[in-house]
């Protein structure tokens, strides 16, 4: 393998410096955490599995127009990308009631939502990436207002396309989170989607029986993980040759 100075390894990926400047090369590992790293399993091909998907997805929101740091695949476990300024926040949308918010309120798991529900995470591991209010990413300056405004557009854009291609494969969207980045061209700062779109990040849930085809099945240890992602890939059409 060359040698590559890597930049960041976090739980399920590691960013490499690029060939060119201003890209960097995601890796994607086999490792699955959960409860900020309490929980820690290694998933044979699940690494193979989320290079494909997020591809996939990243893909396709570059294609109509939204925009991503997704470059393309170079190899099983790695993507090319452009390099961003990610934005301290994981931005989280919701179509049905679920996870931390479900607890949170007392909702029913799967109660559909009024509308889609944007909220948004400080990025610390330190602290499990607690649920701010926007006053806060505001006055601590992670993101201006006009940022914050945009990234619920590109958010719910984000939303629309996903749950369109799972729908299509009768999988329910019930919410995903999503890293946004800026870019700058020349001095204009654009925001685009950065890190994953994988069902590490999405609540993935099958129309008609319910089965869960997220990282969920190993959160609550619902039987196999890999299984679930495959089934997943098999239904967009985007199965790994030897997975
Ligand atoms: O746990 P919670 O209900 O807040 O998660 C909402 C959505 O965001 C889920 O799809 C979950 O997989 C995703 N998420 C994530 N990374 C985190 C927290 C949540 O991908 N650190």
Not at 176 to 200: M, N, Q, T, Y
Request: proline share 5%.
């Amino acid at each position: 393998a060359p040698r590559r100075k890597k930049i960041y390894e976090g739980k399920a990926k590691i960013l490499y410096e690029g060939p060119e400047p201003g890209t960097l090369v995601q890796y994607f590992k086999d490792d699955a955490t959960a409860g900020n790293g309490a929980k820690k399993e290694v998933f044979e091909g699940k690494g193979v599995l989320n290079n494909r998907l997020s591809e996939f997805f990243m893909t396709g929101l570059n294609q109509i127009g939204v925009p991503t740091h997704f470059i393309r695949r170079l190899n099983m476990r790695e993507q090319l990308v452009r390099q961003v300024e990610i934005i301290p926040l994981e931005v989280i949308v919701r179509n049905f009631a679920a996870g931390s918010m479900a607890t949170r309120l007392g909702l029913t798991e799967g109660q559909q939502l009024p509308r889609p529900i944007v909220e948004f995470c400080y990025k610390d591991d330190r602290l499990g990436d607690p649920l701010v209010p926007e006053e806060y990413i505001i006055a601590f300056g992670w993101a201006a207002q006009q940022d914050l405004d945009d990234i619920v557009a590109l958010a719910l854009r984000v939303n629309d396309f996903l749950s369109g291609v799972m729908h299509g494969v009768g999988i329910k969207l019930v919410d995903f989170k999503i890293e946004v980045g800026r870019i700058w061209d020349g001095d204009f700062p654009r925001l685009v989607v950065a890190d994953e779109i994988s069902p590490d990040s999405c609540r993935l849930w099958d129309i008609e029986t319910g089965r869960k085809l997220d990282k969920d099945v190993f959160r609550k240890d619902l039987g196999s993980l890999t299984e679930a992602y495959t089934e997943v890939a098999r239904r967009l059409g985007v199965l790994p040759s030897n997975v």
